[in-house]
């Protein structure tokens, strides 16, 4: 399983972004997916995941309301909105993916592919 992330950039505080993670080397409808994020020196953050058909999902309570994920399983892609952006969003985004079970947990341990990260940065 392979995963490309992309979609991150510069904004300023109270703007968007949508990032994408683009799923190959397994159909995306049999994985769970999710995004972390990580700054330096600090631990990977939870962020969001979602089930393998997309009904279900699971939020950090630090993005709880501004964050969207969704998925479109025929084009193999997740999808992180991002709305009300704050400095404090400022990070390297990772989508991250497990095929072997249907838990879309919130510990980075649950899950074994992850893709090469996109930086998100908010200006104040």
């Known amino acids: 399983v392979q995963l490309q992330a992309c979609g991150g950039g510069l904004v300023q505080a109270g703007g968007s972004l949508r990032l994408s993670c683009v799923v190959s080397?397994?159909?995306?409808?049999?994985?769970?997916m999710a995004w972390f994020r990580q700054v330096p020196g600090k631990e990977r953050e939870f962020v969001a995941s979602?089930?393998?058909?997309?009904?279900?999902?699971n939020y950090g309570d630090s993005v709880q309301g501004r964050f969207t994920i969704s998925r479109n399983n025929p084009k193999n892609t997740v999808y992180l909105q991002m709305n009300s952006l704050k400095p404090e969003d400022t990070a390297v985004y990772y989508c991250?993916?497990?095929?072997?079970?249907?838990?879309?947990?919130?510990?980075?341990?649950?899950?074994?592919?992850w893709g090469q990260g996109t930086l998100v940065t908010v200006s104040s």
């Open positions: 991250a993916a497990d095929y072997r079970t249907t838990v879309y947990g919130k510990n980075p341990q649950d899950y074994n592919y």
């Open positions: 080397g397994r159909t995306a409808s049999t994985t769970v």
């Open positions: 979602i089930n393998r058909s997309g009904v279900r999902m």
